[in-house]
Nanobody
Framework: QVQLVESGGGLVQAGGSLRLSCAVS????????MGWFRQPPGKEREFVAA????????IYANSVKGRFTISRDNVKNTVYLQMNSLQPEDTAVYYC?????????????????WGQGTQVTVSS
């Protein structure tokens, strides 16, 4: 089973930036596409961004396109989410996860286990 540990969240003012990290262990990291999700207060978990095994392909939710960038380091077994121009509506707990297919990340409910997440709060 893949173990996921998210970090890097915090409190930031609108317009600011944060970089999230997700350390992965338990399986061969480079065999998995990786993705980020978020769960705003009182709402369901939603897809944010995903990246293929060798970083050749990325996909983003429309709400974050042009502001967020997903990347990965297959040596450090870590996936990152660089978040720029943050807005209050980006406030959420952010989670990462792994899958064999990039398009799997479009359906958060298909994922059975999750890490503890990292809280991102954007003040106006």
């Amino acid at each position: 089973q893949v173990q996921l540990v998210e970090s890097g969240g915090g409190l930031v003012q609108a317009g600011g930036s944060l970089r999230l990290s997700c350390a992965v262990s338990g399986r061969t990291f480079s065999n998995y596409a990786m993705g980020w999700f978020r769960q705003p207060p009182g709402k369901e978990r939603e897809f944010v961004a995903a990246i293929s095994t060798r970083a050749a392909s990325t996909i983003y939710a429309n709400s974050v396109k042009g502001r967020f960038t997903i990347s990965r380091d297959n040596v450090k077994n870590t996936v990152y989410l660089q978040m720029n121009s943050l807005q209050p509506e980006d406030t959420a707990v952010y989670y990462c996860n792994a899958a064999f297919q990039l398009e799997s990340f479009r359906w958060p409910r298909s994922f059975g286990s999750w890490g503890q997440g990292t809280q991102v709060t954007v003040s106006s």
